[in-house]
């Protein structure tokens, strides 16, 4: 091989696994699409803001379980620990709680990279354009309906034919569990990992090594069991037959929270495709309330994420203020897109 062969092939892999290149038609049909989606969010009253590419490494850890061996880390000239943004509706809360004193909308869109390293897999994507929206000082079951209206808007707007389907839980309900189990931090983070990856047989080993009690146990088990979301209503029958007497309040207001949800839902005549997963446990200990995540058939990870972060804005301003909202991760959806065409 000469000098120049060998150029050639040292370049053929310029650009990183999982780092993509956009040529000149590519970017131009994206660009028309996220001007398509500015639209949308304007005229559903949404402002749009702008993210640092890097935060503080130590933000992220702070709130990020599986994802922290995933962070990519350099460091300032001060010595401070950097990673570019992986979790980016917590570098919106901070930038919002930043400028709590400011009377600017609280509704807010954005468009960011996300950037995260797998290091345990070769992963396709380690960069991905996550559309995003944030709303702060309400998280009532009106306005996550609200949102996931504009997401299945955004959705269409790609293209009609995309088959996806909803998943919903309640990190509220997670945490009522954990309380009534009385389980210290490490054991909840176990059960967080097992709950999340289905892993039942580990659950159950180490419900027997705990001394779980019978119908705490079945409990447990009862959280493995995806269901359509209509059916929610067996789901609490269930779970509160299980529970002792003076143990049900605890668990009331969330069991209410939930069916008045699927009743809003149905109301509203969204997509039927719906699953009531208990075991959705997200993988940021932010969130507070409802959960949801939504799935193509063609993609074990989620397309779209959301929920209810009720806390988050606190820990940054000291201002106590109700929010949630939503990513969605384009790169899937118009590779989907451009395969249905």
Known sequence: MNSKQKKISSQRKWIPDGFHFLGPEESQNRRVLLQKF??????????EVNLPSFDYTTSFRSFLESESENLLVSKDWEGNELSPGVDLTLQVVKGMASRSHWEENQNTFYFARKIRDH???NASRREILQVGAESFGASDNSQILNHIEILIELVNSVSTKIDYSFVFGHSQLFRSIISFLDWNEELTATLRQFLY???LPELLS?????????????ILKLFLKPIPFANFKSFQSELLTYLPGDSIPLFQSDLENIEKFELDWKKRGLPKNVIWD???VRDVSYY???VFQGYIPSDPEPIFAGGVYNELYFTFSGIEKDACGFALHLDPIEELANIKK
């Open 38 to 47: 500015s639209e949308i969010f304007v005229r559903r009253g949404f402002s």
């Open 119 to 121: 290091k345990k897999r």
């Open 197 to 199: 990856t289905k892993n």
């Open 206 to 218: 180490l419900a027997a090594r705990l001394g779980t009690p019978e119908n705490n146990t079945k």
């Open 278 to 280: 208990p075991s959705l």
């Open 288 to 290: 507070t309330g409802l």
